[in-house]
């Protein structure tokens, strides 16, 4: 896979902000340079008091002259951006880091956990728009923790709902709606949210269901740029560890040691 080189760093206006729940979306201006591929990321400086480090989100959306970044509360860097508001700056770098690969395997399916959900709406628009079938399957833990989010992204592509209280969708976590959809190697499947999660659902598969599977890997990032090597995730085949920022955040299933991943838990 192909790491794009072409980060910025820009001053951004949020021309809008939308509540969904336990997460906000933010909009901002980008410059016309500025095209993400599905699950890259922009690192978002909070603030500028003692938060020295910048903070990881995924591209949301983005059109031709505005992006967005969807902010589940994690801590004191996140509940600063959920106080944004249109017309504050948002200092941005990016995009950054591989985002993933579309398939030419015509079926594909998305397992998303909590914030999780965030590069999927982009992803399975490109993937609709070169025609390919995709379902995304979204596990969460009431039926009202994304506010409408569900409703606004079921208009668009096909999804469904796993909740923990059975309160929306079917009852279990999204592994369990997993199962129903009956995983095969004829599928494309792509991954994002909590590493347990991803721990499962690769216990879950076979070799075959390992190599048709992409990970978004949510790690704890400094620099972003891969220097730092803060972000650093096992390799597979030997004793190895690659950067979650820079050869990530998406992997193959098979480029990464689960077994040394579930180790450090
Ligand atoms: C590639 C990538 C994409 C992400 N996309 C999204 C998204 O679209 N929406 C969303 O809500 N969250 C996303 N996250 C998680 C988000 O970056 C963290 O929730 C956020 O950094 C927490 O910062 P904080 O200051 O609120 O929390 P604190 O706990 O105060 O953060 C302290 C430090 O830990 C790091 N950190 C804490 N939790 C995480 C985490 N889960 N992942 C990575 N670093 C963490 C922070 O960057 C910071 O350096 C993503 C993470 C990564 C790696
Ligand atoms: S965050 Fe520094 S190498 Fe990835």
Same mark, same amino acid.
């Given at each position: 896979?192909? %790491?794009?080189?072409? !980060?910025?760093?820009?001053?951004?206006?949020?021309? @809008?902000?939308?509540?969904?729940?336990?997460?906000? #979306?933010?909009?901002?201006?980008?410059?016309?340079?500025?095209?993400?591929?599905?699950?890259?990321?922009?690192?978002?400086?909070?603030?500028? =008091?003692?938060?020295?480090?910048?903070?990881?989100?995924?591209?949301?959306?983005?059109? /031709?002259? &505005?992006?967005?970044?969807?902010?589940?509360?994690?801590?004191?860097?996140?509940?600063?951006?959920?106080?944004?508001?249109?017309?504050?700056?948002?200092?941005?770098?990016?995009?950054?880091?591989?985002?993933?690969?579309?398939?030419? /395997?015509?079926?594909?399916?998305?397992?998303?956990?909590?914030?999780?959900?965030?590069?999927?709406?982009?992803?399975?628009?490109?993937?609709? #728009?070169? =025609?390919?079938?995709?379902?995304?399957?979204?596990?969460?833990?009431?039926?009202?923790?994304?506010? $409408?989010?569900?409703?606004?992204?079921?208009?668009? &592509?096909?999804?469904?709902?796993?909740?923990?209280?059975?309160?929306?969708?079917?009852?279990?976590?999204?592994?369990?709606?997993?199962?129903?959809?009956?995983? &095969?190697?004829?599928? !494309?499947?792509?991954?994002?949210?909590?590493?347990?999660?991803?721990?499962?659902?690769?216990?879950?598969? $076979?070799?075959?269901?390992?190599?048709?599977?992409? %990970?978004?890997? @949510?790690?704890?990032? !400094?620099?972003?740029?891969?220097?730092?090597?803060?972000?650093?995730?096992? @390799?597979?085949?030997?004793?190895?560890?690659?950067?979650?920022?820079? $050869?990530?955040?998406?992997?193959?299933? #098979? @480029?990464?040691?689960?077994?040394?991943?579930? /180790?450090?838990?």
């Amino acid at each position: 896979m192909e %790491v794009v080189e072409l !980060a910025e760093l820009f001053l951004a206006e949020i021309v @809008e902000r939308r509540d969904f729940g336990v997460a906000t #979306e933010l909009v901002f201006r980008v410059p016309p340079t500025f095209r993400p591929s599905p699950g890259q990321f922009v690192h978002l400086r909070c603030g500028d =008091g003692g938060r020295i480090l910048r903070r990881p989100y995924t591209v949301f959306s983005y059109g /031709k002259e &505005t992006a967005s970044v969807l902010v589940r509360e994690a801590g004191s860097g996140s509940a600063w951006l959920r106080e944004r508001r249109a017309g504050d700056l948002l200092d941005v770098l990016g995009p950054l880091g591989r985002g993933f690969e579309t398939e030419d /395997k015509t079926d594909s399916v998305m397992i998303a956990g909590g914030a999780g959900i965030a590069p999927f709406p982009l992803l399975s628009r490109v993937i609709r #728009e070169r =025609g390919g079938g995709t379902v995304i399957l979204w596990g969460m833990e009431y039926g009202e923790e994304f506010g $409408d989010l569900p409703d606004l992204l079921a208009v668009e &592509t096909e999804l469904r709902v796993a909740t923990r209280d059975g309160s929306r969708g079917c009852e279990g976590t999204v592994l369990d709606l997993a199962r129903e959809e009956g995983l &095969t190697e004829d599928v !494309a499947i792509y991954a994002c949210g909590p590493r347990a999660m991803l721990l499962a659902l690769v216990d879950s598969l $076979d070799e075959a269901g390992r190599s048709s599977l992409q %990970v978004s890997m @949510e790690e704890r990032m !400094a620099c972003g740029l891969g220097a730092c090597r803060g972000c650093a995730v096992p @390799e597979a085949g030997g004793s190895g560890y690659l950067t979650a920022c820079r $050869d990530g955040p998406v992997f193959r299933g #098979e @480029e990464l040691d689960w077994e040394r991943m579930r /180790k450090s838990i």
